[in-house]
């Protein structure tokens, strides 16, 4: 894999720091609210359609684990909340959300031993280093079951991220939709790709 040069190590521990900063801050608190809830219900819209009945899903950059909240335990088999923000993880722990593990990770880094259903980069991937992007994308393209999903929501454009996503020669898009709200400004594109 690429290695980050000493000062992208500094400028993404520090970004790190600022995203724990924030948590305690409850900066984040505003996801819970009826418009971002949106997004958060098109990807639950699109495991529901695509995926198997319970499947086993990893939220990258989970945050808080509020799209865990959206989820009825008898919806999923196991729930994996990843995140690299330790506030963000207790604050997911402290949830007690039923058959889900929250654990503080970085996704540059985060190579899990097992297998998933569904993975998810929802508002996250665009905050894996563009130079590490691929090598992250095609990691955890390997971490999906046969007929896994992989589901990646971006807030407006998401300029060097779709395109990335969209040239991956192992994965087929299987639908697109853009998620608008009552402000023109704020919407966010939501994918669905399975793997070839
Ligand atoms: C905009 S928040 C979205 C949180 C959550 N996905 C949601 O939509 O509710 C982005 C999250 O990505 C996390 N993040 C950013 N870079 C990360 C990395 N390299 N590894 C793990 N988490 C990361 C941040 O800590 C933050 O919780």
Request: glycine share 4%; charged share 30%.
């Amino acid at each position: 894999m690429k290695k980050l040069s000493l000062k992208d190590r500094f400028h993404h521990w520090r970004r790190k720091m600022r995203w724990n900063r924030q948590y305690k801050k409850g900066k984040w608190d505003y996801l819970n609210n009826d418009r971002e809830h949106l997004r958060y219900q098109q990807i639950v819209d699109y495991i529901n359609k695509y995926s198997l009945k319970t499947p086993t899903i990893l939220d990258l950059g989970a945050g808080e684990a509020v799209l865990n909240t959206k989820f009825n335990p008898e919806d999923y088999t196991h729930f994996y909340n990843v995140d690299f923000s330790k506030a963000s993880i207790q604050n997911a722990k402290a949830k007690n959300l039923s058959k889900s593990t929250s654990l503080v990770a970085d996704i540059h880094t985060f190579n899990p031993d097992q297998t998933y259903d569904v993975i998810v980069f929802n508002e996250a991937y665009y905050y894996v280093h563009d130079m590490l992007r691929q090598d992250v994308l095609n990691r955890f393209i390997k971490k999906l079951n046969p007929n896994g999903l992989l589901i990646v929501s971006i807030y407006r454009e998401g300029l060097d991220c779709w395109e990335v996503i969209d040239a991956n020669p192992n994965l087929e898009k299987t639908e697109f939709n853009i998620v608008k709200t009552d402000r023109e400004q704020t919407y966010w594109k939501v994918g669905a790709y399975r793997l070839k």
